[in-house]
């Protein structure tokens, strides 16, 4: 391994996930800078202390790929927050696509969660390479899901239609309850005193 093997994973591979997260909130996790600060003063090693290259380059190396697992680790962790709001928006989303928006996003939302299941288990099992395949199957898997349903006018459609359908549902319960009202106050006493002339 050489230092140049590690500028080019870190500009290939680090960089390109790191800028997305980075763009997410405008900020930088704490567990990334350290990573990436480790990394290079490995890198610093091989110039300032004369350390051999092939070694600090190893280390370095090793340094980014836990910066990248992280990376992928925290970028599902907002896709969970994001889906989450999805989930509790005062929405019928059952209405969107004639009934096929819901079904469609569980399962892809299932798909994305069992392959990073996947990702994890190899990750446990010391197999990296294997780890990292899933782990980018997994965040485009996350990126064709919020492309297809996060900020979808579809979904403002069934704010304002769950919105009017509770809307209709609360008055009807108001005048369904006057009525009742109205019957047990007045027709009710009424009718009893016919009955018993």
Not at 27 to 50: N, Q, T, Y
Not at 114 to 143: C, H, M, P
Request: charged share 30%; with cysteine.
């Amino acid at each position: 391994m050489t230092e140049k093997d590690v500028y080019l994973f870190y500009n290939e591979k680090v960089k390109i996930l790191y800028s997305e997260i980075e763009a997410r909130n405008n900020s930088l996790p704490v567990e990334l800078l350290f990573e990436i600060h480790s990394a290079f003063d490995h890198l610093k090693r091989i110039h300032v202390d004369g350390e051999p290259e092939a070694s600090c380059a190893e280390k370095a190396f090793s340094h980014l790929k836990r910066g990248l697992l992280d990376a992928f680790k925290l970028k599902l962790m907002y896709h969970n927050k994001d889906y989450s709001k999805i989930l509790n928006l005062k929405a019928d989303l059952r209405l969107i696509d004639n009934g096929n928006f819901l079904p469609s996003l569980l399962c892809k939302r299932k798909e994305i969660i069992d392959i990073a299941k996947t990702a994890r288990f190899y990750e446990g099992k010391k197999n990296i390479e294997e780890a990292f395949e899933k782990w980018y199957e997994v965040s485009d898997l996350i990126d064709q899901f919020e492309k297809e349903f996060f900020n979808s006018s579809k979904i403002q459609w069934a704010k304002k239609i769950s919105f009017f359908h509770f809307s209709i549902t609360f008055i009807v319960g108001i005048i369904t309850g006057v009525i009742a009202s109205v019957i047990v106050e007045y027709i009710f006493p009424n009718l009893l005193n016919f009955i018993r002339r």
